[in-house]
């Protein structure tokens, strides 16, 4: 009488057909002829129980490193440009000098500034003199109310002349120690905009560019997340899984586009306020020491970033590991040496290895070499052969998600 399957169970038969003729297509594919004559009997392979260790996931990020500081150097003051006191792109010192402006004019300036404060000076001595000899009067009667306030403001007003003038003398010399462009901190400078002899516009949002100045050291190193990363990092510290990178320095590595290695140690150091409405990203900073100044800002490079707690992982080779579309496979070998086929959900690499997430137990037997001679159902001589640690320490630089 015929039974009719639930969906599920037609699902997994659908399945199981799918995977198994997905490997006896592959096995078909790359068997030899020495293989071939051995179909009679069972064939060895080299099976391993994946390696249970407990580890921490790094997520990977391109970006580009940026100065700390960075800055415009235009003149405050307007002048015909004197000299020039740096080699371009030259590394300088807060406070060097690099551009002088024509100060004979704002020398003039000050001079007449500290006249007029002078003459002030005198007309303030003179006020205060008045005022006193009327208020003196003013207590003998010959002299009226009236006059001794219009002397007090007298007094008053020559005093608020002497401010003016302190202050206008202040900005005269203030205007002849702008005529002194220096470095306002340690960079590598870039080439000189404007030539000896040239007319320096100054003091406003026009005025004339003279050169650019980036930190070295420190440096940044810029990237963005998609929504999806953000919102994970976010649940993980709301968890307690990973501390949040807005409060917590995590820790951060990066290698550049022609290194292999890991060797380049960071902190995180900001992260963005919001998302892009245009990208969907969230913009971030992390922090590295760059005492060799070998590191130069717009460089391209490759940042892994923790991407969550500690935990046990269950890790294999990618050799272990077979494509079906969209489906992952590994074969492993039971009790009865029988070949079985198991979905499996994977991770990123880790030291070299797989991390399987599910799928499998960290007591199944996992077919890592010979693939091609084990079929699903099949039986097959296993080879024991535990995951070695030359592996599970390959170049960092194979860690790709």
Do not use: C
Not at 168 to 193: H, K, M, W
Not at 199 to 204: A, D, M, P, R
Not at 269 to 284: K, P, Q, Y
Request: proline share 4%.
């Amino acid at each position: 009488m015929f039974s009719p399957l639930s969906g599920d169970a037609r699902l997994v038969r659908f399945r199981s057909r799918a995977i198994a003729a997905t490997i006896l297509l592959a096995g078909t594919l790359t068997l030899t002829g020495q293989d071939a004559h051995a179909q009679g009997g069972p064939l060895p392979v080299t099976v391993s129980k994946p390696l249970v260790e407990r580890i921490v996931e790094w997520d990977e990020y391109t970006g580009r490193f940026e100065a700390a500081e960075r800055v415009e150097i235009r003149a405050r003051v307007s002048g015909f440009l004197d000299s020039v006191h740096f080699r371009e792109g030259d590394i300088v010192e807060k406070g060097d000098l690099l551009f002088a402006i024509d100060p004979r004019p704002f020398v003039a300036e000050r001079s007449a500034a500290r006249a007029a404060l002078a003459r002030a000076q005198v007309r303030l001595d003179l006020a205060e003199k008045e005022l006193a000899r009327g208020e003196q009067l003013l207590t003998r009667r010959t002299i009226s109310q009236e006059v001794v306030d219009e002397r007090r403001a007298e007094r008053d007003a020559a005093n608020a002349d002497i401010q003016e003038a302190r202050a206008n003398l202040r900005l005269a010399e203030l205007n002849l120690e702008f005529t002194q462009v220096a470095a306002p901190f340690r960079g590598r400078v870039s080439d000189y905009r404007a030539d000896v002899g040239s007319l320096i516009s100054g003091g406003t949002d026009q005025s004339t560019l003279l050169t650019t100045i980036v930190s070295l050291d420190p440096i940044l190193f810029t990237f963005t997340a998609s929504e999806a990363e953000f919102l994970k990092y976010a649940r993980l510290s709301r968890e307690g899984g990973r501390d949040s990178s807005r409060d917590t320095e995590n820790p951060v590595f990066v290698r550049l586009m022609d290194e292999t290695e890991w060797t380049r140690a960071g902190k995180m150091s900001f992260v963005d306020n919001e998302l892009s409405e245009e990208t969907g990203t969230i913009r971030a900073k992390a922090f590295f020491e760059n005492p060799d100044l070998f590191l130069t800002p717009g460089v391209f490079g490759r940042l892994r970033l923790v991407g969550s707690g500690e935990y046990d992982a269950m890790l294999l080779p990618d050799t272990a590991i077979v494509s079906d579309q969209s489906n992952k496979i590994v074969l492993i070998v039971n009790r009865e040496n029988i070949v079985e086929p198991r979905l499996v959900v994977l991770g990123p690499l880790h030291e070299g290895l797989r991390v399987i997430r599910s799928g499998i137990t960290p007591e199944d037997s996992v077919i890592i070499n010979g693939i091609q001679r084990a079929r699903p159902g099949a039986e097959v001589i296993p080879q024991e052969e535990q995951v070695r640690l030359a592996e599970k320490n390959a170049p960092a630089a194979a860690a790709e998600n």
